[in-house]
């Protein structure tokens, strides 16, 4: 417990109370020190697991006996802020831990340690047990949406701006469950890019990879009828750009494989295939995708069908590349 201060740690003269830089301070008269008031560094910790539930412990001690909250602890001489929260997850939860980000800083004045600084992890659970440490009662997950009242209103703060950060992110893994199950928490994610980016172009990766067959019937359920030359021609245009999208919406470099559009784009002009079937047959092939994703209906919030948006007007940008290199190669022969 904070204890008032009563003589000066430096000269051992009686404390008075001064107003000083705006503020009631404690000074020394004698030594002319005044007792500047820091708040106290803790660290918590939020970890989740794969069924979304929250890791808490009950406390043992004062304050807030038998009251649970999240892993917290004050960082000690020598100690980075992320080590004492990973050290705390040790000591109360026997959880060895890796940082993920932080969540949120509070500041707040508690009746038993004074003024605190508060700051609150998202931290990714390495190890596979939990085990209650020496001043702890017990340590065990809750779902976010029950769990018991906490002891420190800043965990209830920082636990409401994690659940807000990926709610949006938590009802994209649950579209993409279906199609691409390996995704099953937001740890799972790559973090080049934008949560809601990364999962939305997975999932239209995962549509045209899943059922190839159902896009080409589509295609051809739109296509006017050609000789067989040209269809075959024109249908290899659609399937390749649909290969090269999947592997650009996961991430691949796929500049080399323009390259083989402007071959395509040769070919077609010795086959006599027509400019404006050509352009037919690509613009199909690009709205197919879009219709398969609304076909399937997959999005659900305003931020999925926004990025979903977000990355078909990429895909238009993408099909106009694959144009120009196809009318590279179709000029070439003119």
């Known amino acids: 417990m904070k204890k008032k201060r009563i003589f000066c740690s430096y000269c051992g003269a009686p404390i008075t109370v001064k107003f000083i830089d705006e503020k009631y301070r404690d000074h020394c008269d004698n030594c002319n020190t005044t007792f500047y008031e820091n708040p106290l560094p803790v660290a918590s910790c939020i970890v989740i697991n794969d069924k979304r539930e929250v890791l808490l412990v009950q406390r043992k001690n004062d304050p807030y006996k038998n009251m649970w909250c999240l892993p917290i602890g004050f960082a000690e001489t020598g100690e980075s802020i992320e080590q004492a929260a990973l050290r705390e997850l040790k000591e109360e939860a026997g959880v060895i831990g890796e940082i993920v980000r932080i969540i949120d800083v509070d500041t707040v004045s508690n009746y038993f340690y004074g003024d605190l600084a508060i700051i609150t992890f998202e931290v990714k659970q390495l190890s596979p047990t939990i085990k209650a440490g020496d001043d702890a009662l017990d340590a065990k997950f809750f779902p976010l ?10 965990n209830e703060k920082a636990l409401h701006k994690f659940i807000e950060i990926y709610k949006d992110v938590w009802a994209m893994i649950d579209s993409l469950k279906v199609i691409q199950p390996a995704i099953t928490t937001h740890h799972d994610i790559p973090r080049e890019k934008s949560k809601q980016y990364q ?28 000789n067989a030359s040209h269809y075959t021609l024109l249908l290899s245009i659609h399937q390749k750009a649909l290969e090269t999208i999947t592997l650009w919406l996961h991430g691949n470099r796929v500049w080399k494989n323009f390259r083989e559009f402007s071959a395509l784009g040769m070919q077609l002009k010795k086959e006599g295939v027509l400019l404006k079937d050509i352009l037919s047959a690509i613009a199909i092939s690009r709205k197919s995708i879009w219709m398969q994703v609304i076909e399937k209906n997959i999005l659900h919030s305003p931020l999925e069908i926004y990025t979903a948006l977000e990355i078909n ?9 694959i144009t120009y290199f196809i009318m590279k190669g179709y000029e070439h022969l003119i």
């Open 313 to 321: 007007n990429r895909i238009i940008l993408f099909y106009d590349k």
């Open 145 to 154: 949406s029950n769990y018991p009242p906490l002891a420190w209103e800043s």
């Open 199 to 226: 999962l939305i172009a997975s999932i239209i990766a995962s549509l045209i990879e899943s059922d190839i067959e159902l896009f080409n019937l589509q295609w051809d359920s739109q296509v006017p009828k050609y």
